[in-house]
């Protein structure tokens, strides 16, 4: 569980708390530190780190021809550096990679729900969350690579993002946000994408 604090004091403000904690057990990890490799779709197995250095060490070497993620929201590493010397240390800072990891997720949400036509209706907003989080996993939504496309901007679509604004200030349980229905449950979403072939030939 992300820290609510942490999640207060570092995620992007236009995406609501739940969503923010959504998007981090779904797509990553409780490990500031942790530095996940793959190369040509399959995962490679690095020592797990024990310091930032050693963290930033890895994805340093990494870098060159993988696809590497750090931290909490497994951001990827290096976009839009030139060079392997330009990361910075904060990629595995909690605090600064929920903050790039949210700020990133929330524009992918934008980019998926102007494919959908910015629809307003909550039914959607799961679908569209499972695409969000499938784009950030993969790096692509509908052939585009998300993380260098251009920030549609606006207000990123959520569950009740109207109604509930009045109920979060005043502490009230934010409707369709309370657990017992709360749609998104990792363990009840519908299956949608045949994962079976990942890793291995069938």
Known sequence: MLDAALIKECADPSLKPAIVEQFVQAAGSDDPLVVTVKSGGRLILVPKPKTPEEALEIVRENIGGSVVRVGLTQIPAGI????????????????????????????????????????????????????????????????????????????????????????????????SLKPEDDPIKPDNAGIRIDLTRIGGQK
């Open 80 to 175: 839009g550096l030139k060079d392997a010397s330009e990361l910075k240390g904060d990629l595995v800072d909690p605090c600064a990679n929920l903050r790039m990891g949210t700020a990133m997720f929330a524009k992918i949400l934008r980019i998926v729900a102007k494919w959908y036509g910015n629809p307003t209706s909550e039914e959607v907003f799961p679908q569209l969350f499972d695409d969000a989080v499938h784009a950030w996993q993969t790096g692509k939504f509908e052939g585009e690579s998300v993380f260098q496309a251009e920030n549609p901007g606006g207000a990123v679509v959520q569950q009740s993002a109207v109604e509930v604004d009045d109920a979060d200030e005043e502490g009230e349980d934010a409707p």
